[in-house]
């Protein structure tokens, strides 16, 4: 007689077996993630997506409901909008084990940080297609970790109409060519600047790494700063650029520590005000808001020299990156492979979420993406770019996120530049203390 529990063995197997082929075979096998959660049926064999770039969230849903019609691959796309924080939410779900597949990464420190999840991406087509200035951010040991979304560059989009209402005939490239412009726009009964000093990134991302990309060595001086050999007190380009962020003072809205960005945009298209220092991705907002309008790049000078200020600060916000350990990694870069090689993922980068192509055999100069990205190119194919360099910080977001409390304390005149460069210098010290 066999053992009671070599029978209730068999019998448990025989109904998971039933169990299996009431489900349709292998989608419907009980299956456990590497995370050790169990799922079943056809959520198994799901491919996860977490966005981090809301403007485009509607065009990419778009997008993957077309991939899985093509494919059959189940797609679950979840975007990261509403304010969310990407950066900490993408690190709860790890630790939460609600790992997605798919996912966005920056450059430098972030790939340092989540490196070791993410698969080796070298050997894929679109590797070797990658704008110049898109590969050393992701790249590690001579390996490829991630595919660049988009080109993105910043400085203050102007709208050209109101310049040309006050007189202005040329662009502003120098601080007192662009003093001159506030004071004509300002005669003009138009305010020169909108400041949506409310959003930490805008200040502790863009507006300060200004300081940072003017400096005569950019990436060495990052590590004289964290070496302690260079220091953000007496430090020209710093004082030099403290003089630009009064000047948008003198010259913006009363209240730039209230203005986030959904209303410092709804306020430029409006005519509200002539300049606001923000990016080409606001392109797709703006062409709801007011269609029509003309707009354009300009620098952000901090000095009178032209031949050093007429630069854009051009890169990569963020990168594709595929999950090492997913049983879904094969999935995740044939769905990049498809992005960089279909019509339909050309049509969704160019056409639909009017991206600026990270990959060079993706034309975009034609005018498509309107008058920013135009700018963008222009600048790049004539090589006048900045460095993007907060990815390099030490502590990444946590030191931007502190340096832009010390900014706004300072636009609110609680603290003036010695203190400001003072309270820079005790942050770095002390992210560098942490690495």
């Known amino acids: 007689m066999m053992p009671k529990r070599f029978i209730l063995t068999i019998i448990a197997l025989l109904l998971i077996g039933a169990a299996a082929a009431a489900c349709g075979g292998k989608n419907g096998v009980v299956e456990e993630y590497e995370t050790g959660r169990t799922v079943t049926g056809d959520s198994a064999r799901t491919l996860k997506i977490f966005n981090f770039k809301v403007e485009m969230a509607e065009q990419l849903s778009a997008l993957t409901r077309r991939y899985q019609e093509e494919t059959g691959v189940r797609i679950e796309l979840d975007t990261c909008g509403g304010g969310c924080d990407y950066s900490a939410e993408l690190k709860t779900r790890f630790n939460s ?57 910043w400085g203050f989009i102007y709208n050209k109409e109101l310049f040309r209402k006050a007189g202005i005939e040329s662009k502003p490239v120098t601080l007192s060519g662009l003093r001159a412009a506030a004071q004509r726009l300002e005669a003009a009964g138009i305010r020169p600047f909108e400041n949506g000093y409310a959003e930490w990134w805008v200040l502790g991302n863009h507006l300060l790494n200004t300081a940072f990309a003017l400096q005569p060595a950019p990436a060495d001086y990052i590590e ?10 007496g430090n020209t380009a710093f004082e030099a650029w403290l003089d630009l962020i009064d000047l948008t003072l003198e010259y913006g809205q009363e209240t730039p520590l209230q203005t986030d960005y959904y209303t410092q945009i709804a306020h430029f298209a409006d005519g509200q005000a002539a300049m606001m220092q923000q990016g080409s991705w606001t392109q797709l907002q703006l062409d709801k808001l007011a269609p029509d309008l003309d707009i354009g790049f300009l620098p952000m000078p901090v000095n009178d020299n032209a031949e050093e200020m007429d630069n854009l600060q051009i890169g990569v916000a963020n990168y594709w990156v595929v999950l090492k350990n997913s049983r879904m990694k094969e999935e995740a870069k044939a769905f990049l492979r498809w992005l960089a090689s279909s019509d339909a993922g050309r049509t969704f980068i160019v056409d639909e979420a009017r991206l600026i192509p990270a990959l060079k055999s993706i034309p975009a100069a034609d005018g498509r993406l309107g008058p920013l990205a135009e700018d963008i190119i222009a600048y790049m194919d004539a090589g006048r770019t900045l460095p993007w360099l907060w990815q390099r910080y030490p502590g990444y977001e946590a030191t931007t996120s502190q340096m832009s409390v010390q900014m706004q304390a300072y636009i609110g005149e609680q603290i003036g530049r010695e203190r400001l460069l003072e309270e820079f210098q005790r942050i770095w010290d002390t992210a560098g203390s942490n690495k």
Do not use: C, H, N
């Open 224 to 233: 004289r700063f964290s070496s302690g050999s260079a220091k953000f007190t």
């Open 97 to 153: 084990g609600d790992k997605p597949d798919l996912f966005f990464v920056a450059g430098y420190t972030d790939l340092d940080l989540w490196q070791e999840y993410l698969e080796d991406l070298t050997g894929e087509p679109w590797a070797d297609d990658m704008q110049e200035l898109a590969k050393p951010a992701i790249t590690k040991d001579g390996r490829v970790y991630g595919m660049p979304l988009a080109m993105e560059g």
